[in-house]
């Protein structure tokens, strides 16, 4: 598809789906010092740039679900493996961007999860496979993933670099998707996501039926999180609990590992 084509799919998928949602949500200013970011959800005015925004994803655990701190001793998590992957065909919401087309590439911090830094690199490709390998999705053709350089950091920060990191994030958000974006054009320039470090992690090795019990899924987790990056939004409401974008987040779970037929309808319709 051409770019001036992907820029005018954007442009009225903005206008039919995204403005609503952009009313909801107040906009506000955060200090530019590019180390403290804003960790409420919401979208933000960025200083220096009338034209940028940020918007920032905060995903909480469900409360019937609640986050526990890594216990100490850490006990063994025992495998469930009697687990569904329900479909959804309930569409998700849009956020009012799409990633330009051509090569996007991403920074892993292994360093931050000491347990599953050898794992990481193949958590990511996997999670983003999840996206763009499905037959029902042109996202693959459009824009292509690379992983380079390992970073260091552990916050998200305006530098061009897109990275998925573990760090201290507020309060009891499981991790926090940062996205800086055009709403003009509909288009994203960066995005980062860092998890919270405070809460046990694991990693199923991308299985849909089986889960450590107790933990949190880093790969169920993270194919959420780049939803957020390609343009999808959260939703809360209990029509989309088998949804990949439903907005809250639980242990011993990996439904999500592989997105709904309604999450890539949202996805579709953007690429
Ligand atoms: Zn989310």
């Known amino acids: 598809m051409s770019l001036r084509l992907r820029l005018f799919l954007s442009g009225s998928a903005l206008a039919v789906f995204a403005l609503p949602a952009f009313s909801a949500l107040a906009s506000s200013s955060y200090v530019p010092d590019f180390v403290n970011l804003p960790e409420t959800a919401g979208i933000y005015s960025v200083p220096g740039n009338s034209r940028l925004k940020l918007r920032v994803f905060v995903h909480e655990p469900g409360r019937a679900n609640p ?10 998590p025992t495998l469930n493996c009697t687990l569904t992957d329900p479909d959804s065909a309930s569409v998700v919401g849009l956020t009012g961007w799409s990633l330009p087309a051509g090569e996007w ?89 860092i998890f919270n470090k405070k809460f046990p992690w694991s ?44 907005g809250y987040g639980s242990t011993g779970e990996v439904k999500k590992n592989t997105p709904a037929s309604g999450d890539f309808s949202a996805l579709n319709s953007l690429y």
């Open 67 to 76: 986050a526990k701190p890594i216990p100490s001793p850490t006990p063994a």
């Open 105 to 193: 590439t991403y920074r892993l911090n292994p360093s931050s999860n000491p347990s599953l830094a050898a794992a990481l690199p193949e958590i990511a490709e996997n999670s983003f496979s999840a996206w763009t390998a499905s037959y029902s999705s042109d996202l693959g053709d459009s824009v292509s993933f690379r992983q380079v350089s390992d970073t260091t950091a552990v916050r998200a920060t305006y530098d061009g670099q897109n990275i998925i990191a573990w760090g201290r994030t507020s309060g009891s958000a499981l991790a926090v998707t940062y996205t800086w974006y055009y709403p003009d054009i509909g288009l994203a320039v960066e995005t980062d996501t």
């Open 203 to 246: 990693w199923s090795g991308g299985s849909t039926q089986c889960a450590y019990q107790g933990v949190y899924d880093a790969q169920e987790i993270l194919v959420h999180e780049l939803g957020h990056w390609f343009g999808l939004d959260d939703e809360y409401t209990s029509e989309f609990v088998d949804n990949t974008m439903f």
